[in-house]
T-cell receptor, first 115, second 110 residues
């Protein structure tokens, strides 16, 4: 297992287009998290899955954002009608024990640039 | 709500210097505390953690002690190396999400 994998690494899109990112967590991890990181800031929580169930969503996750985790394995994050303010690094993380015990394992992220 | 405040950077040190990066937190309960490190072009890596008051997390020569009385979790290393150059994030968690500080960029010069 090579850890948490995110694809693509980079995405440049025109404003108004839809984009989709994929995250493959560590296989035995049942929890999966999406974060957004803008330049010079720490990651901000977007949403969280336990197996296939999406249990929590941040107010940052507007109705243009949707995340899925079919079958409790990989996850996708889709942004519809992208705006320049969506430009950021999108990070995926996974964990097994629950947050407080082990912390998260993060992927390398997908950097989105909206032009 | 819960929050983390980190020492502003950037921090520039010479090799073998002593490092301290300050981190204080605000929380309603008893959070777990973490330090993550992000090397250029990479994701965040867990550096160390502490789950209760007075716990000391340590890894790769870095240490941080969970101080409930001062709500702090300062990161220290006795002798930094060029390879320690990265961005360091303090974080806390009380539930199903994690709150991060803004990060402190460390540059170590030979």
């Amino acid at each position: 297992d090579t850890g948490v994998s995110q694809n693509p690494r980079h995405k440049i899109t025109k404003r108004g287009q839809n984009v989709t990112f994929r995250c493959d967590p560590i296989s035995e991890h049942n929890r999966l998290y999406w974060y957004r990181q803008t330049l010079g800031q720490g990651p901000e929580f977007l949403t969280y899955f336990q197996n296939e169930a999406q249990l929590e969503k941040s107010r940052l996750l507007s109705d243009r954002f949707s995340a899925e985790r079919p079958k409790g394995s990989f996850s996708t994050l889709e942004i519809q009608r992208t705006e320049q303010g969506d430009s950021a690094m999108y990070l995926c993380a996974s964990s097994l024990d629950g947050l407080q015990l082990g912390g998260y394992t993060f992927g390398s992220g997908t950097r989105l640039t909206v032009v | 709500g819960d929050s983390v405040t980190q020492m502003e950077g950037p921090v520039t040190l010479s090799e073998e210097a002593f490092l301290t990066i300050n981190c204080t937190y605000t929380a309603t309960g008893y959070p777990s505390l973490f330090w993550y490190v992000q090397y250029p072009g990479e994701g965040l890596q867990l550096l160390l953690k502490a789950t209760k008051a007075d716990d000391k997390g340590s890894n790769k020569g870095f240490e941080a002690t969970y101080r409930k009385e001062t709500t702090s979790f300062h990161l220290e290393k006795g002798s930094v190396q060029v390879s320690d150059s990265a961005v360091y994030f303090c974080a806390l968690s009380e539930g199903n999400d994690m709150r991060f500080g803004a990060g402190t960029r460390l540059t170590v010069k030979p």
